[in-house]
């Protein structure tokens, strides 16, 4: 049979169609990284929220620090990471590009110092000559390690582990160590069977903030910024969700059996730690205190001090004149009508 060069032209027109398609659908594949901290985010990760809205085929893969999670993206296995502002200064200081996109939380009740019942720790007076322990490069790392050296004491004076959480939670209940600076689901394991002495939001007080964000590499919030204001957007409507509706975030509801099916723990527990956050909305996270404000970024300049404080530490060997180029406001800016 005999094709015409019409129906021919027709054919190669299709093919060419779905070769572009099957293209496209190849580029739009993300891998994700998150860690096990109680978000209300984390709910999209369990219902395909985070897949469906953005319209893209999402690898989620859980870590257990944003150490690791820079390692990975430094790597070229990921593209969109869940971190703390330590481990970002760190990573940043050291050339990696990536830019923070979403703040999930700032400095809070969530991640906290807790010491073991019978460690003799009763007040911040009393840690000279104990041992603690924090997950390494991580903000409760750093929020430690500068507590320690506001209360005049060094790690002479107090020998601090850079361990995994899991690491620390098995210490601890061992008596190996007298206290850990961790957050959920270690902070409530730790908890059981000893009391918060600080909080990072005492910390961040004493001069020494944190924050948890959502960083992109720069290469892909380039190529698929459509992707980050996406993602942001089921970020907003879960938090928004929280804000207004505690019912549907409490120990029995859909929600909190999801976030404990996604991040383990229990519904009870994932509901409680969901209490101690401090979260941010996007206009407030769009303005110059954090993520806009190019030089004046508030965010950046906590980049900037946690990295001079961690050259104090001899932690990173160089500090960057400006963090600014790591943040940016453009997935939480309301469109204009």
Known sequence: MKISNALRGALYAALAFAAAATAEAADRK?????????LPSSVAIANG???????????????????????????????????????????????LDVKAFYLSSISGIDEAL???????????????????????????????LALIKSLGLTEKDVQVFAIPQPEIVAGYNRGDIDGGFVWDPALTELKKNGKVLVTSKDVADKGAPTFSAWVATS?????????????????NKNYASFASDKAAWGPDSENAKLLAKTLGGTAEQQAAALKNLSLLTPDVQASEAWLGGGEKSGAAKILKDTAQFLKEQGKVSDVLDSYAAFVTPDAVIAPSN
């Open 114 to 144: 807790v010491v073991r019942n019978g460690s003799g720790i009763e007040s911040l007076n009393d840690l000279k000559g104990k041992k603690l322990a924090a997950a390494p490069v991580s903000t409760d790392h750093y929020q430690l």
């Open 30 to 38: 993300v891998t994700v990284a998150y860690q096990t901290d109680a």
């Open 219 to 235: 290469a892909f919030a380039s190529e698929n910024p459509d992707f980050l204001k996406g993602f942001a957007s089921v970020i």
């Open 49 to 95: 929220d985070f897949a469906k809205t953005t319209g893209y085929e999402i690898d989620f893969r859980k870590f257990n620090s944003g150490a690791e999670i820079f390692a990975a993206i430094a790597s070229g296995d990921v593209q969109v990471g869940y971190v703390g502002s330590s481990p970002f200064a760190a990573a940043t200081s050291r050339g």
